[in-house]
């Protein structure tokens, strides 16, 4: 990236996946839907509550749910990265 475009420098790349990512968990903590098209889905889903035994204790503890960030690539991101593999497994195939 930055032999196509000198400008830019490396910070300037982070401090740019640092607003993203800052946004991102903003709309996830307020339970958006964040779709960044031609790459993916962001959401959030809340696993179950379950019993755990603690070995240590001998006793069961009751452990809640968790909310988590989950993602779902878009289907041109995974055609594009299918295309490549299957290139660089052609070109390995033959030499």
Not at 5 to 11: A, F
Not at 41 to 54: A, H
Not at 72 to 79: L, V
């Amino acid at each position: 990236m930055h032999d196509t475009n000198p400008e830019y420098r490396v910070y300037e790349y982070n401090d740019m996946l640092t607003v993203l990512t800052n946004t991102l968990v903003a709309l996830a903590v307020q339970g958006e839907v964040v779709q960044l098209r031609n790459f993916g889905t962001f959401y959030q889903y809340q696993t179950k509550p379950r019993v755990v035994f603690d070995p240590v204790l001998l006793t069961h503890k009751q452990h809640d749910g968790n909310i988590m960030l989950k993602f779902k690539p878009a289907r041109t991101i995974q055609d594009r990265i299918k295309a490549i593999v299957q290139q660089e497994r052609n070109q390995d195939a033959k030499t």
